[in-house]
């Protein structure tokens, strides 16, 4: 995978280490198409990388807002099985308290799984409807404000579609 930063570290003293998995695309999309979620935004990232450190606290601030109305978030990093202390470790920072996932198997696989027109670089966010089709990619550092309105629209959607028509009970 393309990097395109290195260097620094988390912020925030690490307490307890979450869940970090190994995961090839298989299981990343099966992450994605879990039930219950109305939304699902993946974030790749990596130790390594500059702009996935920064954006990562604006991310878990935009999760944890949406989370009740349905946002699944599905962390995936790219970073070598010998980097998974560093992993842990930064997500402990950030106070990620769910399961996440280390990428492992072939490179042009899983960026070909997840968007055929991503190029591998870091970080590359993808937001999935509740039934796991891709909705919107966002190559590069996003920032919660920019992508929130695509988010509330797909959390929206399922809500709208159950609510009867000409505001007429059924």
Known sequence: MAALAAGGGASRQATARPAVQAAT?????????????????????????????????????????????????????????????????????????????????????????????WTGALPASFLFDGQGKLRQFWPGEIKAAAVAPSIDKVLDELVESRQPKGGKQP
């Open 25 to 117: 695309l298989q299981k990343v999309q099966e992450a994605i198409r879990k039930p219950g979620a109305r939304a699902v935004l993946v974030n790749v990232w990596a130790t390594f990388c500059e702009p996935c450190r920064e954006e990562m606290p604006d991310l878990l601030r935009l999760y944890r807002a949406r989370q009740t109305r349905g946002l699944r978030l599905v962390l995936v990093s790219a970073d070598d099985e010998g980097g998974r202390a560093d992993v842990e470790k930064a997500l402990a920072s950030w106070g990620v308290d769910f399961p996440s996932y280390l990428k492992t198997g072939d490179d042009n696989d899983f960026i070909n799984g997840l968007d055929p027109r």
